[in-house]
C-alpha cells in the first residue's frame, strides 16, 4: 500500500519530469487519466483512482462520474458521510450492482485495528458498506460511494498503457470528495508537469470546434 510520501503535495505528481507513463509507477493510490485518445468510448474525460495493480490484473473505480440516484435513496444511514455532491458514483462497468465506497480519513486519525476500513493508500480508505457510519463518523472526512468497479485481467492495463489510452498521476486524498462542479479530469492534468496542462482545454467533441 502506498503512503502519503509517494505524492508531491503542490503537483500531486509522484516522480519524473515529464509526467508521461513510467514517470508515476502504478500502484494503489495512483489515478488514471483517460487521455484524448479514449473521447469516443465510455471512459472520455474520466479519472480512475486505482486500488490495487499487480500480476493478477487492476482494479479501480471512476471518481468523477456522478449518477442521477442520491445516496440517501439507496444508503440512507451513509446520506451524513457522503460528500457533495451527494450522489451515487458510476465507478466503472464491472458488477453495477454492487457498490464500493471510498473515504478520506481525518488527518492525523489512526486507522489501526478500525473494523470496517481498509487503508489503500495515505488517508484514502475502502469503506465497508455493512458497518455502522455512525461508528466512522470521526475518523472520516467524508465518503464517495461508487456502483460498479474498472477491472483489467493480468497485462491488460500495461497493454492500454502502451497504446497511450490513459496517463498517470498520484492522486491527492481531495480528488476522491472533488465538490460538485469540479472538472476533476482537467484539475489534474493542470497540476501535472508541462506539457500535460496543455490536455486539460482539450474539447470533449473536437468536431464541434
Request: glycine content about 14%; hydrophobic content about 45%.
Amino acid at each position: 500500500m502506498g503512503g502519503d510520501d509517494f505524492e508531491d503535495p503542490k503537483t500531486g505528481t509522484g516522480g519524473g519530469a515529464d509526467g508521461r507513463y513510467g514517470a508515476v509507477p502504478i500502484r494503489a493510490g495512483t489515478l488514471l487519466i483517460a487521455s484524448p485518445s479514449l473521447m469516443a468510448s465510455a471512459f472520455a474525460r474520466t479519472v480512475v483512482y486505482v486500488i490495487e495493480h499487480d500480476e493478477s490484473g487492476s482494479i479501480g473505480v471512476v471518481i468523477n462520474q456522478p449518477s442521477q440516484s442520491a445516496v440517501y435513496n439507496l444508503l440512507p444511514g451513509w446520506s451524513g458521510l457522503a460528500a457533495n455532491p451527494k450522489a451515487l458514483f458510476v465507478g466503472g462497468p464491472v458488477k453495477r450492482d454492487g457498490a464500493l465506497c471510498l473515504g478520506v480519513a481525518v488527518r492525523g486519525a489512526d486507522l489501526h485495528g478500525v473494523n470496517g476500513v481498509m487503508v489503500v493508500s495515505g488517508r484514502v480508505v475502502l469503506v465497508d458498506l455493512d458497518t455502522d457510519p455512525e461508528d466512522l463518523a470521526a475518523l472520516l472526512v467524508g465518503v464517495r460511494i461508487m456502483a460498479g468497479y474498472a477491472g483489467w485481467g493480468p497485462g491488460q492495463l500495461d497493454g492500454e498503457l502502451g497504446e497511450d489510452s490513459w496517463l498517470v498521476a498520484s492522486a491527492l486524498p481531495d480528488d476522491v470528495l472533488a465538490p460538485a462542479g469540479t472538472d476533476l479530469w482537467a484539475a489534474v492534468l493542470r497540476r501535472q508537469p508541462w506539457p500535460l496542462p496543455l490536455l486539460s482545454t482539450y474539447p470533449l467533441e473536437i468536431a464541434a470546434n
